[in-house]
């Protein structure tokens, strides 16, 4: 079984609609991510997580939150989609490693199209 | 925003061939990753360079920290179609990890 994952894998709404995309490991890890991936862009950090009780906006939090229901489990939510939030999504965890060592692993992403 | 800008954006070549691929930055990082990406897939790690300078080997991978901690070079020896695939780089500074914009590689059989 995938150490992360996340559902769905695909989804098509409308302009307008809310949209939550969920994230949930085995790992066993405090540090939890959402990025975005946009063709010849990268990854941009959405927002991050290092333990239940801690929220943070990373570069791109415009028009997304996030919840943090359990230390397995980080789902991203947009609450009035819009056609330019068409992109591809990933959830990752890290672990901290000794001299900035930290090690991410990224779950399978979800496409989402905003029509 | 701490921007790391990768070169060449797309590269496709023959089999057996060499290649090298840039990641440059303004900013110093206290570590660097590459990741390989395949299609319908997340990132998966391949390797972490720490100290400036620092060289590290994969086989037929070969990756570089420049001496400031501000680069990185990826070189592939022998490419076979296997590596063909999405290679990304990513600076960490102060518990955030800062991605590149990839580099698409294709190795033609």
């Known amino acids: 079984d995938a150490d992360v994952t996340q559902t769905p894998r695909n989804r098509i709404t409308k302009t307008g609609k809310r949209i939550m995309l969920e994230c949930s490991q085995t790992?066993?890890?405090?540090?939890m991510y959402w990025y975005r991936q946009d063709p010849g862009l990268g990854l941009q950090l959405i927002y991050y997580?290092?333990?239940?009780?801690?929220?943070n906006k990373g570069e791109i939090s415009d028009g997304y939150s996030v919840s943090r229901q359990a230390q397995a489990k980080f789902s991203l939510s947009l609450e009035s989609a819009i056609p330019n939030q068409t992109a591809l999504y990933f959830c990752?965890?890290?672990?901290?490693?000794?001299?900035?060592?930290?090690?991410?692993?990224f779950g399978p992403g979800t496409r989402l199209t905003v029509l | 925003t701490q921007l790391l800008e990768q070169s060449p954006q797309f590269l496709s070549i023959q089999e057996g061939e060499n290649l090298t691929v840039y990641c440059n930055s303004s900013?110093?990082?206290?570590?660097l990753q590459w990741y390989r990406q395949e299609p319908g897939e997340g990132p998966v790690l391949l390797v972490t360079?720490?100290?400036?300078?620092e060289v590290k080997k994969l086989k037929r991978l070969t990756f570089q920290f420049g001496d400031a901690r501000k680069d990185s070079s990826l070189h592939i020896t022998a490419a076979q179609p296997g590596d063909t695939g999405l290679y990304l780089c990513?600076?960490?500074?102060?518990?955030?990890?800062?991605f590149g914009s990839g580099t698409k590689l294709n190795v033609k059989p």
């Open positions: 360079v720490v100290t400036g300078g």
């Open positions: 990513a600076g960490y500074n102060f518990n955030k990890f800062y």
């Open positions: 990752a965890t890290s672990e901290p490693g000794p001299q900035a060592r930290d090690t991410q692993y």
């Open positions: 997580s290092f333990d239940v009780k801690d929220i």
């Open positions: 790992k066993g890890h405090d540090r």
């Open positions: 900013s110093v990082f206290s570590s």
